[in-house]
């Protein structure tokens, strides 16, 4: 018996077998969860519907968060294929590379828009189409990271970006909790992925993390997944609105990555 028996939900954000939301969803199937997935463009599916069929996944196919029409499409096709929905995994980013590395007020209104549209507001515009398919007891969690309330060197916008996540995941609580659905964010350390090669010297953070961390290590995308399932499950029944850590500690610590070695 999993922890996620009975439950179908979306797995939304995985671009390859290193992306946390692979992590998710290995964890999710093993709990016994029934999965949809989705892409962004067809480079993307050559990668994502292999794995996605590795886990008996029910639906695979193509969503842009940028883009209304493509969203309308695909939950439309969430609601023809299982009419109902118990939960959400929204693992998606996207930040201009130069935004990040270059000095943060020289941030433009254009990429500071893309950062926001793709990375916070997608949030919202998942919540707004699947909460209808939603019951009460359904659940969705968003992955969020520390530069949503330190200054992280070479995470610039993304920062800004994660704040307002997490502030609508605040937001998205109090709404959605009147229709007894709980939404809450992941607070991830630092781990090797697509997403990740467009922060500036990533390496560093990493090492950093590590050595600030509680438990003396970063974390694997696997300890990600396996909490995301918990807020995804009964056992958090009483949890929502929160920002969780996933980070081995790290958070609470004096450990800084932005203090320079
Ligand atoms: P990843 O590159 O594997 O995943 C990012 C995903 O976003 C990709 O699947 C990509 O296709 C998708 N995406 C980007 N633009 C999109 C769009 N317009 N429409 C639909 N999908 C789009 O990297 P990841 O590190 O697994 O990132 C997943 C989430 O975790 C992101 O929100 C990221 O900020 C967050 N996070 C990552 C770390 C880390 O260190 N890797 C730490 C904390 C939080």
Same mark, same amino acid.
């Given at each position: 018996?999993?922890?996620?028996?009975?439950?179908?939900?979306? /797995?939304?954000?995985? #671009?390859?077998?290193?992306? /946390?939301?692979?992590?998710?969803?290995? @964890?999710?199937?093993?709990?016994? @969860?029934?999965?949809?997935?989705?892409?962004?463009?067809?480079?993307?599916?050559?990668?994502?519907? *292999?794995?996605?069929?590795?886990? !008996? #996944?029910? /639906?695979?196919?193509?969503?842009?968060?940028?883009?209304?029409?493509?969203?309308?499409?695909?939950? @439309? %096709?969430?609601?023809?294929?299982?009419?109902?929905?118990?939960?959400?995994?929204?693992? /998606?980013?996207?930040?201009?590379?130069? #935004? %990040?590395?270059?000095?943060?007020?020289?941030?433009?209104?254009?990429?500071?828009?893309? @950062?926001?549209?793709?990375?916070?507001?997608?949030?919202?515009? =998942?919540?707004?189409?699947?909460? &209808?398919?939603?019951?009460?007891?359904?659940?969705?969690?968003?992955?969020?990271?520390?530069?949503?309330?330190?200054?992280? &060197?070479?995470?610039?916008?993304? !920062?800004?970006?994660?704040?307002?996540?997490?502030?609508?995941?605040?937001?998205?609580?109090?709404?959605?909790?009147?229709?007894?659905?709980?939404?809450?964010?992941?607070?991830?350390? &630092?781990?090797?992925?697509?997403? #990740?090669?467009?922060?500036?010297?990533?390496?560093?953070?990493?090492?950093?993390?590590?050595?600030?961390?509680?438990?003396?290590?970063?974390?694997?995308?696997?300890?990600?997944?396996?909490? =995301?399932?918990?807020?995804?499950?009964?056992?958090?029944?009483?949890?929502?609105?929160?920002?969780?850590?996933?980070?081995?500690?790290?958070?609470?610590?004096?450990?800084? *990555?932005?203090? &320079?070695?």
């Amino acid at each position: 018996m999993g922890i996620l028996n009975g439950k179908k939900g979306l /797995i939304l954000g995985v #671009a390859n077998n290193k992306s /946390i939301a692979w992590g998710v969803a290995r @964890a999710a199937q093993r709990e016994g @969860a029934t999965l949809g997935f989705n892409y962004l463009g067809e480079q993307m599916e050559k990668r994502v519907r *292999p794995l996605a069929e590795s886990v !008996g #996944a029910e /639906i695979i196919a193509p969503m842009n968060v940028s883009d209304e029409a493509s969203m309308d499409a695909y939950f @439309a %096709l969430v609601k023809e294929q299982w009419g109902e929905l118990d939960f959400v995994v929204h693992s /998606i980013a996207f930040a201009n590379k130069d #935004a %990040l590395r270059d000095r943060f007020h020289t941030t433009s209104r254009e990429d500071f828009h893309l @950062a926001l549209d793709v990375s916070s507001y997608s949030f919202i515009a =998942c919540a707004q189409r699947a909460a &209808p398919l939603m019951k009460e007891g359904a659940s969705m969690v968003t992955m969020s990271y520390l530069g949503a309330e330190r200054a992280i &060197p070479g995470y610039g916008v993304m !920062g800004v970006a994660k704040a307002a996540l997490e502030a609508s995941t605040r937001y998205l609580s109090q709404d959605l909790g009147e229709d007894g659905i709980r939404v809450n964010s992941v607070s991830a350390g &630092p781990i090797r992925t697509l997403a #990740a090669s467009a922060v500036g010297d990533f390496k560093k953070l990493m090492d950093k993390s590590a050595r600030g961390a509680m438990l003396k290590h970063n974390v694997t995308q696997e300890e990600v997944g396996n909490t =995301c399932v918990y807020l995804l499950s009964d056992l958090a029944s009483g949890v929502t609105g929160e920002v969780h850590y996933v980070d081995a500690g790290f958070h609470v610590g004096a450990g800084d *990555p932005g203090i &320079p070695d």
